[in-house]
């Protein structure tokens, strides 16, 4: 079998290069051709007293939690250089780690003045760690970003709604009808709510009235629901597919339209999480302000697709934790967007499964329906495995799929399999188009051997 040119005895030589961007460098080259010795050597990298290595290594921390490297993280975000602080705050947010919020009020009223990127680190993080102290530390600063023009107001706001408060939907509501706010302010409080219910919604279409655009988006995904759905929540399409032709001049009639299909939801005791508070309070909103300004227009678009986010949370119900594996990856598989706790379930997934049974699933996700939100999460699964068997699959599904995230999707599984891809990159490489010809050159550019360069010599 190839080689790769550089061996991992080579690069972990090179970690102690003089010159920190060759060190660098190396970490960068051992993370993503020898993930295993890199894995080894991160302690060690993190405590680096060059700033550039350490940055480059919390780049490739990933979001996989490793409880012995937290006090290396806060040490770090304590102590470390701005960019190197900012980093691990953010890692540490990812991580959920509830006890960073104590390290954040600590740094806050230490003498050194913190950054911007310090700053927008830290409330991101707090965005992320699912706790009652880290919202309250959020709430402490509200007023501060509130009565300027902050720059980290879009930011701010949210992290707040990932904490999914009533009060939080409520106040940018308000400000999204605030006739004396900025304008962009009021686009920007919308599209914040807009992001929470329906992340593929393109929020340009909603602020400037491209009611085709929007009505074919929502019709999409109404459709990949309605695949999923049992009958009796079918009949609540219906009400959606009512109200969209009264979003452009009857924003009052869309409010009872949609209020009569919430009840139906209600009644389903399933009417509950963030989507449902800004059904509820949209809903409110635009009874008591009828009308047919663009406002009013991007409130109806947020009250249908609220309505549609608690739809779908009754059609893909997230698995409880004691369920089988095969449960979690048939929740994972479903055609709809990612949400903020699917890494958490791949990791379980992959710890629980059979492996043979496993990759004959995920091979059939990918072959039968290869541009879907399923097949994305099946490609992540396939790389964070280090499936080479698959490896075949993914190198002939680059010549047949044309979306963006797909092909970015089959590009990183590829890279994680590593070496047993790259023969098969070579064979297919003289008898490809230019567009998919580049992609291979950049993978085996990525995948360093010498049968690689020389193929593309």
Known sequence: MAAYIWSASRLEELLNHSQSSVAGWAAAKLFH???????????????????????????????????????????????????????????????????????????????????KEQIAAMIYALGRIPDEDAYTLLKQTETAVEGKDSSHWDLFYASLLEHHRAEDVEFLLKAVFAE????????????????????????????????????????????????AAEADSKKLFDSVRQALPLMERECARVAD???????????????????????????????????????RYGAACLAVSALIGVIEESVFQQPQPGS???????????????????????????????????????????????????????????????????????????GKIKDELAVQAVQSALLRIGLPAVPLLIARLDSVHAPEAWTILDLLSQLPTREGVQSIV
């Not at 602020?207 to 988006?217: C, G, I, S």
């Not at 009840?263 to 009828?290: I, M, N, S």
């Not at 479903?334 to 699917?342: A, G, L, M």
């Not at 958490?344 to 499964?353: G, H, M, N």
Request: include cysteine.
């Open 33 to 115: 051709l020898y993930p295993a010795n890199f894995q080894s050597r991160l302690p060690q990298l993190l405590k680096d007293n060059r700033p550039e290595v350490v940055q480059k290594s919390l780049d490739l921390v990933g979001r996989a939690h490793r409880e012995e490297l937290i006090p290396l993280l806060k040490d770090l975000y304590l102590n470390g250089t701005e960019k190197v602080s900012a980093r691990a705050i953010r890692l540490l947010g990812d991580w959920s780690c509830a006890l960073a919020v104590q390290w954040m009020r600590e740094r806050i009223l230490a003498e050194a003045p913190l950054s």
């Open 257 to 295: 339209v949609l209020n009569a299909a919430a009840a139906e939801v209600r009644q389903w005791d399933r009417y509950a999480g963030l989507a449902g508070d800004v059904l509820g309070l949209t809903l409110e909103t635009l009874r008591e302000k009828p009308g047919v300004d663009k406002w």
């Open 324 to 398: 089988h594996w095969r449960q979690k990856l048939e929740y994972l598989l479903r055609d709809r967007p990612p949400h903020s706790t699917d890494q958490i379930l791949v990791e379980k997934i992959i710890e629980q499964a059979d492996r043979q049974e496993l990759i004959y699933t995920l091979r059939e996700r990918l072959e039968n329906q290869p541009e879907s939100w399923g097949a994305l999460r099946s490609l992540e699964i396939l790389g964070t495995m280090g499936a080479p068997e698959t490896a075949d699959l993914m190198v002939a599904m680059l």
């Open 180 to 227: 004396d706010r900025k304008e962009e302010r009021r686009r920007n409080a919308l599209g914040l709510l807009l992001a929470q219910v329906d992340p593929e919604l393109n929020p340009t279409d909603v602020f400037f009235a491209n009611r085709p655009a929007v009505e074919r988006h929502i019709l999409k995904r109404l459709e990949r629901i309605d695949a």
